[in-house]
T-cell receptor, first 114, second 111 residues
Framework: GAGVSQTPSNKVTEKGKYVELRCDPISGHTALYWYRQSLGQGPEFLIYFQGTGAADDSGLPNDRFFAVRPEGSVSTLKIQRTERGDSAVYLC????????????FGPGTRLTVT | GEDVEQSLFLSVREGDSSVINCTYTDSSSTYLYWYKQEPGAGLQLLTYIFSNMDMKQDQRLTVLLNKKDKHLSLRIADTQTGDSAIYFCADAYSSASKIIFGSGTRLSIRP
């Protein structure tokens, strides 16, 4: 496909469990971003990768949240000891190295923590 | 801190023009964006404008920027039912590493 894909589309987990959310960026895009969107709000920045390294992780709310991008393509957002307040839609976006201005978003993963 | 504010709702009649307004607080913002989000769909980049521009037009869309007042607007000409969505105003620094979004304006179209 041509767009950003995210899996799973929905994830329901119990409080205290560990979850992984996956993002496949547009092929060839070197920059990758994670955002979180709570109900009725705009997306909130979490972390930005340029290649394999996290260039800006200032939006990660606490140390339960971690993201990796080991080969500079697919990225995984990992949340430990989930809390009900983590329930949100997690959005991934990517942009090309030559035009970071245009971020293209995936459909998101809806995470529900019960 | 950085903040982007927009009104929550706008209702317009089909065929009229819609004007969605936004204010931002950070004078260092270099890029200002409009994104569209339809139910069950991802965010779609509509357009963006550099902070050294006053206006940008793209088909039915016109973006106006008043940098002095830190005010951004999106005008949609000849609004159609397919324009029903939530519209997000957003800004970014020159590095464009992260985008700061407003809470969105829900645009509804009445016949």
């Amino acid at each position: 496909g041509a767009g950003v894909s995210q899996t799973p589309s929905n994830k329901v987990t119990e409080k205290g469990k560990y979850v992984e959310l996956r993002c496949d960026p547009i092929s060839g895009h070197t920059a990758l971003y994670w955002y979180r969107q709570s109900l009725g709000q705009g997306p909130e920045f979490l972390i930005y990768f340029q290649g394999t390294g996290a260039a800006d992780d200032s939006g990660l709310p606490n140390d339960r949240f971690f993201a990796v991008r080991p080969e500079g393509s697919v990225s995984t957002l990992k949340i430990q000891r989930t809390e009900r307040g983590d329930s949100a839609v997690y959005l991934c976006a990517s942009s090309s190295g030559t035009n970071r201005l245009e971020q293209y978003f995936g459909p998101g993963t809806r995470l529900t923590v019960t | 801190g950085e903040d982007v504010e927009q009104s929550l709702f706008l209702s317009v009649r089909e065929g009229d023009s819609s004007v969605i307004n936004c204010t931002y607080t950070d004078s260092s913002s270099t890029y200002l964006y409009w994104y569209k989000q339809e139910p069950g769909a991802g965010l779609q980049l509509l357009t963006y404008i550099f902070s050294n521009m006053d206006m940008k037009q793209d088909q039915r869309l016109t973006v106006l920027l008043n940098k002095k007042d830190k005010h951004l607007s999106l005008r949609i000409a000849d609004t159609q039912t397919g324009d029903s969505a939530i519209y997000f105003c957003a800004d970014a620094y020159s590095s464009a590493s992260k985008i700061i979004f407003g809470s969105g304006t829900r645009l509804s179209i009445r016949p």
